[in-house]
């Protein structure tokens, strides 16, 4: 028996002998959703482009459902909290595959819209480990590269923070993720400074491990007076070796991230993200590019469960090579709870403006997009 | 262009509606303080026409998260700020000041059938971590123990678990109660029940402790002599080994309005509404404190 499987027996005889009653703590279910109803309030960029012919689908208004989360907690005693969550997005998935031909000769596939389930979080979170004020988290986990900007941005419903929000737009992945399987140690050493490492697969929630390699994240934060935080981020993990040239034997990612969060006015929060995304993986002809941006975001909450505005502006480079993919965004809305602070309608509208429009759609004939959404976001 | 006017306008009637209406002073927090809270605050707007305030409960996490999120005024906390609190306030620009606005005992209940008068402190404890689970250990009747108490938000939970069970975890039998009424229920129909409520929800709409509960006499070392939580020499000398001060939190220097409300809390007409409902006024030394963060 190897060692590790030695570990993993002890580990289950040893939940095993726990008695049941105390693994029933404090049990909460919650669900969070949020759709939009989206309208383009332009026709020709690359985005909002109106097709030519009529005849051609042209979804400028739609109804969209972009996430529903679903969260089990157990608070199983004061140090110890698991936490279980499905996600479902409406990512197309391939619902059917069909063979034809003896032998094989043919290859077709369905797909569907439909929201479904995955596991998001699957952790065990322990604080107070070994030493005070010291939180361990293990399984599937949050990772740190964007809790910190989320938090602050606070509207995950309208959009996405600035590390996470293109991958989709520029098509140009940058191996960051909000979860990932591995462990997290944070600890405060003071209300002026605290750290975290974690360790993780580095193939994200997505995928099981597929090489040797791991992630490591580090982040540290500052908070050299009440209200204004200084977070400095790093992560890497090496590759395994790529054949294009120039070959790389032993290629890597890292990511070097700062944010700024000055939170000293009540009600108000102004929070700044950048970073660069450095890899031996990309490459235009021949020679090596970075993505990289930055990020200024503002809220000022009016009145407390109430209404709100935010506002914010990212400046993207998904190619330091190729300035024309360049691309800003700037978001605006409000949030506002009518009733009761389980749903809140959230208008916003984008405004997306581009080096060169032309390089994400050929036929684009100006190089902004502006899209209004009226954001529903529900919670129970 | 049409579309984005609309908008903006739609903005500007909502915006004036929310500011043209009367600000009102959000206070939430501790379950124990929030029906006396709620009488102070009757009593201030009954005095004050045109103040407004809205008091909840929820425990005091719930307050004390509520002030550092900006959602309310006024924190109610029955116990001190947990050192994460502290670092999370600070992260969000938030400075407390602290203002004590009653004196509580919290009172080991137990239902009236059990023989048992008095308790020693660390036998409370014994009972809450599930080490004795036989009232027949502690010199009562050999029935089994049910424990009542709070949930982990609120103040007394962790007040409890601070001073009497030693920083330990409470047993994973106790039934976790959503507030202090809920706990007296329990006990009045569990004959082997025990619970913790602060003291102003003793008693009954006569002013005497309710019928079929009985408040044990705590004592502080196992050989001391054990004092009852409705004794107010013996909570304010510190005999009554599980007292406490009940605070009210603010983000910094109080708001004109805010510190008006609170100067009526602590003033003697307050304090005279704090015993009345079955706390204890503040010390002279609390008070010069109060005045001084008002500052």
Redo the contacts between chains.
């Keep these: 028996m190897t060692k590790s499987l030695k570990l993993a027996a002890f580990l289950f005889v040893g939940l095993m002998a726990l ?1 049941s ?2 693994l ?3 049990q909460t279910f919650t669900t969070t959703i949020y759709f939009d109803y989206m309208t383009f ?1 332009s026709n020709a960029g690359p985005y909002t482009l109106k097709p030519s012919s009529e005849t051609t689908a042209y979804k400028n208004n739609q109804f969209l459902f972009r996430r529903a989360y679903f969260n089990y907690e157990n ?1 199983i ?3 110890l909290k698991f936490r279980f969550r499905f996600d479902a997005d409406n990512t197309a998935n391939i619902t059917s595959v069909s063979l034809t031909g003896d032998p094989v000769s043919g290859v077709s596939t369905k797909k569907d819209d439909k929201l479904r389930p995955y596991i998001k979080h699957l952790f065990l979170e322990y604080s107070n480990f070994l030493v ?2 010291m939180v361990l988290n293990i399984g599937m986990i949050e990772t740190l590269t964007f809790k910190p900007a989320e938090d602050r941005w606070g509207y995950r419903s309208v959009a996405k923070t600035l590390v996470d929000g293109y991958k989709d737009i520029t098509g140009m992945d940058i191996l960051a993720t909000s979860a990932d399987i591995g462990l997290t140690m944070k600890y ?1 050493f ?3 400074f ?1 750290a975290a490492a974690g360790i993780y697969n580095g193939t994200h929630y997505s995928h099981a491990e597929n090489d040797q390699f791991k992630e490591i994240e580090v982040q540290a ?1 500052i ?1 050299p007076i ?4 200084i977070v400095g981020y790093y992560d890497y993990e090496r590759k395994l070796p790529v054949a294009s040239p120039p070959a790389e034997t032993a290629p890597a990612t890292s990511m070097f991230k700062v944010d700024a969060y000055f ?5 108000f929060v102004l929070g700044g993200e950048w970073f660069v995304f450095k890899n031996d993986l990309y490459q235009s002809g021949g020679e090596k590019y970075d993505v990289g941006g930055f990020s200024v975001f503002g809220r000022y ?7 709100a505005l935010f506002a914010r502006y990212d400046d993207y480079t998904p190619n330091s090579l190729d300035r024309d993919l360049d691309m800003t965004m700037i978001i605006a809305g ?1 949030d ?1 709870v009518p009733f009761h602070k389980s749903w809140k309608i959230q ?1 916003n ?1 984008w405004l997306r403006s581009y080096g060169d429009g032309t390089r994400y759609n050929a036929n684009a004939t100006s190089n902004s997009d502006i899209v ?1 959404n009226l954001t529903f976001f529900l919670s129970f | 262009m049409k579309k984005i006017t609309l908008i903006a306008l739609a903005t500007l009637i909502v915006l004036g509606g929310l500011l043209m209406g009367a600000k009102t002073i959000q206070v939430k927090g501790s379950d124990t303080l929030v029906n006396l809270v709620q009488i102070l605050a009757e009593t201030y707007m009954e005095k004050n026409p045109g103040s407004a305030l809205a008091v909840l409960g929820g425990g005091s996490s719930t307050g004390i998260a509520g002030l550092t999120n900006g959602t309310c005024d006024i924190a109610n906390h029955s116990r001190e700020w947990k050192a994460k609190e502290i670092d999370l306030a600070w992260e969000k620009g938030v400075k407390p000041r602290f203002f004590a606005v009653a004196v509580d005992g919290v009172s080991i209940i137990v239902n009236e059938k059990n023989p048992l008068n008095e308790m020693k402190m660390s036998d409370v404890g014994a009972l809450y971590r599930g080490d004795i689970k036989n009232w027949k250990a502690v010199g009562g009747p050999s029935l089994g123990v049910s424990l009542y108490g709070r949930q982990s938000n609120s103040g007394t939970y962790v007040f409890m678990q601070e001073h009497v069970l030693g920083n330990k975890n409470y047993s994973t039998d106790m039934k976790e109660m959503n507030g202090n009424a809920q706990i007296i229920e329990g006990i009045l129909q569990d004959e082997g029940g025990i619970g913790y409520v602060g003291v102003g929800y003793l008693f009954d709409q006569s002013g005497k402790v309710r019928k079929g509960l009985k408040v044990l006499n705590v004592s502080k070392t196992p050989d001391g002599q054990a004092f009852s939580p409705l004794d107010k020499a013996a909570v304010d000398s510190g005999n009554y080994p599980v007292a406490r001060a009940l605070y009210q939190a603010t983000n910094g220097k109080p708001t004109a309005a805010s510190a008006d409300f609170i100067r009526f809390e602590i003033s003697d007409e307050g304090q005279q509404i704090v015993v009345k409902e079955g706390f204890f006024a503040i010390s002279p030394a609390q008070r010069a404190e109060n005045e001084k963060n008002l500052r």
């Design positions: 008695p009653a105390s029933l703590g404090q309030m608070k005693n004061d140090n005070p004020k405060s003071a209300k002026f605290r934060q908070t009440a209200g204004f935080s939170e000293m006015i009540k009600n909450t009016i009145k407390p469960d109430s209404f409000f506002w208008p509208i209004l």
